[in-house]
């Protein structure tokens, strides 16, 4: 059947449909760091991999739902603003879905290997003069004209989706390790994930399935260049729009994160915290992933250099265990990785001068 092997749809029983519009998605590997691990000083640090997605990113689990429903309501056109993996993803979706599809994304600002799948996958891609959060003022007006079905995390069954990505990180984490983690550290952008992140665990513990204690703390991690939530957490201050954005992690460029009325009480009620880093931590956590085998788009690696961060100031324990969201893949943005990664050396072509080549210093 279509969605056989969807780590989404094994979960239908949290979901809206029994079913849905399926490459298949989801079960997502839950990858030990063992280097990270000891590097960093925390009991255990597992790293939850999304860029192991049909599409390369988390949002395929959101679009799984969001199309199905979509289908259900009979529109005829889908519409999102993108950072770019929700482009991509919508994009493949969509296609797989035989619907029209659109995505505005801020022009200049989406890495290459995400404008390339939405291309590719059939959307008509408008490049708009402006930044993200510019974007999704227009897909919205767009959506309250009826002109298209939006399909950003604020509709709520894309969020449903992603719920799975807590059920799966839970369920798997007990398995292997005999308890929940203390910890789950993820990239914040509009604030999505840690929402869905936020509803599983309110749903499993209105169900019985999770005490409240057993909660993990919910721990956001924004790029400096574009922290509002990151400043509400800190200042105890309502959300404020940010106009100016500016980091490397473009996925995570984001002033207006508008789940942020739904995430940021996910974060201080599990006692989470959220951090901001620097692009030069964000590198250095992308290669200390890749040194593990891991390869990830800079906006996921912003999990593990926040999580570096935290512990340092001593803000996480020890004798944590820790999970590490990743939501992007490598090839996502193949610059970023260029700059971040060793350069090619020419060689001649000739076996004793390249042997002579990579003996010298
Ligand atoms: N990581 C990656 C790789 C992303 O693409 C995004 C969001 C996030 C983290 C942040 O997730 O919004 O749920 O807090 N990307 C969106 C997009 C905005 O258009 O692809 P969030």
Aim: net charge negative; hydrophobic share 40%.
């Amino acid at each position: 059947d279509a969605f056989s092997g969807s780590g989404v749809w094994r979960y239908a029983a949290a979901l809206p449909f029994d079913d849905g519009v399926s490459l298949p998605e989801g079960a997502t590997p839950l990858y030990y760091a063992p280097r990270l691990e000891n590097d960093i000083g925390v009991r255990t640090l597992r790293i939850k991999h999304e860029g192991m997605n049909p599409t390369g990113s988390f949002k395929d689990r959101g679009m799984t739902v969001g199309v199905r429903v979509a289908q259900e309501l009979g529109v005829e056109r889908l519409v999102c603003a993108s950072t770019g993996n929700t482009s991509a993803a919508l994009a493949a979706y969509g296609a797989r879905a035989g619907m029209e599809t659109l995505v505005l994304l801020p022009a200049g600002k989406v890495a290459a290997g995400k404008v390339a799948q939405a291309s590719l996958h059939g959307a008509r891609i408008l490049e708009v003069d402006g930044n993200f959060d510019d974007c999704l003022d227009i897909v919205r007006d767009l959506a309250d004209r009826g002109e298209a079905y939006l399909l950003n995390s604020l509709n709520p069954f894309r969020l449903e989706g992603q719920k799975t990505i807590g059920h799966e990180i839970l369920e798997r984490h007990y398995r292997d390790e005999g308890r929940f983690p203390d910890r789950i550290v993820l990239p914040v952008g509009n604030a999505g994930n840690t929402s869905a992140l936020y509803k599983t665990f309110r749903e499993l513990v209105a169900s019985g399935a999770l005490t409240p204690e057993e909660v993990p703390k919910l721990t956001g991690v924004q790029a400096e260049g574009a922290a509002p939530i990151v400043e509400a957490i800190e200042s105890d201050e309502p959300v404020r729009r940010w106009d100016e954005v500016e980091t490397k992690a473009t996925a995570i460029r984001i002033g207006n994160p508008v789940n942020a009325p739904k995430a940021v009480p996910g974060i201080r009620e599990t006692n989470g915290t959220a951090v901001a880093v620097s692009d030069r931590e964000i590198t250095q956590a992308q290669r200390d992933l890749a040194g593990e085998g891991i390869g990830v788009e800079p906006a996921s690696a912003a999990s593990v250099a926040g999580l570096r961060k935290l512990r340092k100031q001593d803000i996480v324990q020890s004798d944590e265990d820790v999970v590490c969201l990743t939501t992007g893949h490598l090839l996502k943005d193949p610059d970023a990785a260029a700059v971040a990664g060793n350069d090619p050396e020419p060689v001649p072509n000739d076996t004793d001068a390249v042997l002579a080549h990579v003996s010298e210093e």
